[in-house]
């Protein structure tokens, strides 16, 4: 209700749409078992508005966090998006679609690609975020370690490079950067 709002204040028309469409797609649970699956756009969005340096890009920035697993988890069609979001969200969430049916992109190819655009890049470390806080209830010790590796090898590169690509940015990414390495740390604490 909060995020609906959110946007209805702001006069986010077409991030309206995209929480709608979004919310018909999204009806199972996380991996829990529990937790609705819309949960994690919302929380993500949540997170995604107290990055205040990149208010100049919310909407845009919002209507991708609620649409970036709609083509991974129920392969809604690129043009399908662009009918109803504009060019540059369904481009955005095409460059956070890391698989699609049975295709998947080279990790390398797929975090280069995402570190030259930066709704893209801020978008994916917020989901990344999102989904660090939340395996420690659902996933074993070697999948959280896993998890943790790839933050190393390819969310930090890439968000170094992205910091260097906007670096009028560079306050939303390092405030993504420490919430990560903490979680980081966490994790290897456990």
Same mark, same amino acid.
């Given at each position: 209700?909060?995020?609906?709002?959110?946007?209805? !204040?702001?006069?986010?028309? /077409? &991030?309206?749409?995209? *929480?709608?469409? +979004?919310?018909?797609h999204h009806k199972w649970t996380r991996k829990d078992w529990v937790t609705p699956e819309f949960h994690h756009q919302i929380e993500i969005c949540h997170y995604l508005i107290t990055l205040k340096w990149l208010w100049d890009f919310e909407e845009q920035m919002l209507i991708a966090a609620l649409l970036h697993d709609?083509? =991974?988890?129920? +392969?809604?069609?690129?043009?399908?998006?662009? @009918?109803?979001?504009?060019?540059?969200? &369904? =481009?955005?969430?095409?460059?956070?679609?890391?698989?699609?049916? +049975?295709?998947? /992109?080279?990790?390398? @190819?797929?975090?280069?690609?995402?570190?030259?655009?930066?709704?893209?890049?801020?978008?994916? +470390? &917020? @989901?990344?975020?999102?989904? &660090? !806080?939340?395996?420690? !209830?659902?996933?074993?010790?070697?999948?959280?370690?896993?998890?943790?590796?790839?933050? =190393?090898?390819?969310?930090?590169?890439?968000? /170094?490079?992205? %910091?260097?690509?906007?670096?009028?940015?560079?306050?939303?990414? *390092?405030?993504?950067?420490?919430?990560?390495?903490?979680?980081?740390?966490?994790? %290897?604490?456990?």
């Amino acid at each position: 209700i909060a995020l609906r709002y959110y946007l209805y !204040w702001k006069q986010f028309n /077409k &991030a309206l749409e995209a *929480f709608e469409f +979004w919310l018909k797609h999204h009806k199972w649970t996380r991996k829990d078992w529990v937790t609705p699956e819309f949960h994690h756009q919302i929380e993500i969005c949540h997170y995604l508005i107290t990055l205040k340096w990149l208010w100049d890009f919310e909407e845009q920035m919002l209507i991708a966090a609620l649409l970036h697993d709609v083509r =991974e988890d129920y +392969w809604i069609e690129h043009f399908e998006i662009e @009918d109803k979001f504009w060019r540059q969200p &369904a =481009e955005t969430v095409e460059r956070l679609t890391k698989k699609f049916k +049975w295709t998947k /992109k080279a990790y390398e @190819d797929y975090f280069e690609e995402l570190s030259k655009d930066l709704i893209s890049s801020v978008v994916k +470390w &917020a @989901d990344r975020v999102n989904n &660090a !806080w939340n395996m420690i !209830w659902v996933f074993n010790k070697e999948k959280q370690l896993s998890y943790v590796n790839e933050i =190393e090898v390819y969310f930090l590169p890439m968000l /170094k490079q992205a %910091r260097r690509n906007f670096p009028n940015q560079s306050h939303a990414f *390092f405030n993504i950067e420490t919430v990560l390495a903490q979680q980081v740390n966490f994790v %290897r604490a456990m």
